[in-house]
């Protein structure tokens, strides 16, 4: 089946000869070594026993894909296991549209959840999920930190965030309600100062009973922040681990991302109501 969405991009599922161009492009986008890359032959199993690997084509190029495949865990869901677009066609909604087709087909077959993780840094991944729907429910800390993957994820301990995303009787893709408090009156529990392009890091604050809903910040750009400073970007890191981990130790979790664009900054908001 083929899936028009959008008069350039065509998203549908990936045919077994084009399995190694998903090894390329997963090699490129994440600047792992060939060893680290998710093998064809994985994939076209997974796919052949319940596992869905789908395509962006644009005038029949094959610029990115998503893999997911069925797991367990006292109930059935879908994992994601990667989401991945070539860079020159990043900002073109590409991603977005994956996962939307990725969630329709998932309650095709029945599913009703699909998980996947996510580097905590990283605004502009966690805004294609937030806009989905998708909530941040728990922190794996230094989850692939001894399997030594490199590539984009060098320079700060490798930390994950748990993304869940419970597909909606409607369309998948339909806009979710959001946390209808404003900025300025939701409390924040970071404090960072600009820094040159990016911005720093100076203070967090914990407390013993966080009120809701609350808001902390990430880096707007966590790659280029790191090309600036390692040091900025782990200060960044162990302040936000300590904070969500707090959070979501409490009950809370990320249910929406706000944006100060003219500042370039990236709050991310947890609430205990959490999203359905």
Request: proline residues 5%; aromatic residues 10%; glycine residues 8%.
């Amino acid at each position: 089946m083929t899936v028009i969405t959008s008069q350039e991009v065509r998203i549908r599922p990936v045919e077994r000869g084009e399995l190694r161009t998903c090894e390329a492009i997963m090699g490129e986008v994440f600047s792992f070594d060939d060893i680290d890359v998710i093998p064809a032959w994985q994939m076209y199993s997974s796919s052949r026993h319940g596992g869905i690997v789908l395509g962006a084509f644009i005038d029949e190029r094959l610029v990115g894909f998503s893999f997911a495949y069925p797991a367990y865990d006292g109930h059935p869901y879908l994992f994601s296991s990667g989401l991945f677009v070539l860079a020159e066609y990043e900002s073109r909604g590409i991603g977005y549209q994956l996962k939307v087709e990725q969630g329709r087909q998932a309650r095709a077959r029945g599913h009703r959840e699909i998980v996947w993780t996510v580097e905590p840094l990283n605004s502009k991944a966690i805004r294609l999920y937030m806009k989905l729907g998708a909530t941040l429910v728990e922190y794996e800390r230094e989850m692939y930190e001894e399997l030594n993957l490199g590539g984009v994820d060098a320079g700060v301990v490798a930390d994950e965030v748990v993304v869940r995303w419970m597909l909606p009787e409607e369309e998948p893709g339909t806009f979710p309600n959001r946390v209808a408090v404003p900025l300025p009156e939701m409390p924040c529990l970071t404090r960072s100062e600009p820094m040159g392009e990016f911005r720093a890091l100076t203070s967090t604050a914990t407390s013993s009973e966080p009120r809701d809903p609350v808001r902390l910040e990430i880096p707007w750009d966590l790659q280029g922040l790191k090309a600036d400073s390692l040091e900025a970007a782990s200060e960044w890191r162990l302040g936000v681990r300590t904070l969500m981990e707090m959070l979501f130790a409490k009950g809370f979790q990320g249910v929406d991302q706000v944006l100060k664009k003219s500042e370039r900054r990236s709050f991310i908001v947890f609430t205990r109501g959490a999203r359905r």
